[in-house]
């Protein structure tokens, strides 16, 4: 997916909230956003925004000399946690579990401080709601049944506990599961740390993408992580920044997220706020 113009202006508000969270006063804040117009201003609109993302909140991280969103992310964990026993009995009473939990997690999506980070993740993750505008569930299923892996490919802490639902529902079928987070901090998407807390590591294997992008771009991953996702049966996208980043590859691919900005909106078909589960189309 390409830049758009209306990505400009939602990186530089990510990169202010990012540094309001991590306490910058104005001075530093002012210097922070004024280096990533900077870098805007000459930025390759052929590329996909998140790539843009990265090299800002590099930015931002090293003026601050912290992670502005390590706090933040801990506690959108532990409120989604707990919830965890709720969500697992509301998914084992549904008609179609598999379905319930898919829906799930995409409402998840929601919880995102990139995009919003004034949000409250307990009045997020309150109720997940909302319904699917595009939906490739049968071919999903499809896949499924004559998949031995999956490769899950994470997005934000906080939904990361409602994957952890999805996960379980997909192993329950027989299907190997492995996990995906990114190799080092960037906004509020899961790492490592995130997947240990969440009781996600005692559940799957969780590997990285030895990348600090926010979402996955093959070019900027590592040897290792590119090695499993060329040999992955299925492969589970969540979230928008994988999608920017994914959405032009040749792979076995599923996206699951929900639109929260008009651009992917407009690539996916759909309206900002709806939930999706899309097939890549060759």
Partial sequence: MRTYPNCIPCILRATLGGARLGGAGENEAWEVVAAGARIAADWDRSKPPILLGAQVGRVLR???????YQEAKREAN???LAR???WKAEVARAPDPLFHALRLAAAGNALDLGVHPEDDPGRTLESPSGEFARLDYAEFRSALAGALNVLYLTDNA???VLDRVLIEVLIEHGTTVTVAVRGSPTLNDVTMEDAQQVGLTAVAEVIT???DVPGVYLDACSPAFR???QRAEIILSKGMGNFEGLSEEEAPLFFLFQAKCRPVAQEAGVRVGDLALLRRRG
């Fill in 158 to 160: 906080g939904e990361i």
């Fill in 62 to 68: 090293k003026r601050l000399g912290r992670d502005p």
């Fill in 84 to 86: 965890y026993n709720q």
């Fill in 227 to 229: 090695s499993r996702f």
């Fill in 209 to 211: 993408t030895g990348s």
């Fill in 78 to 80: 532990v409120r989604a």
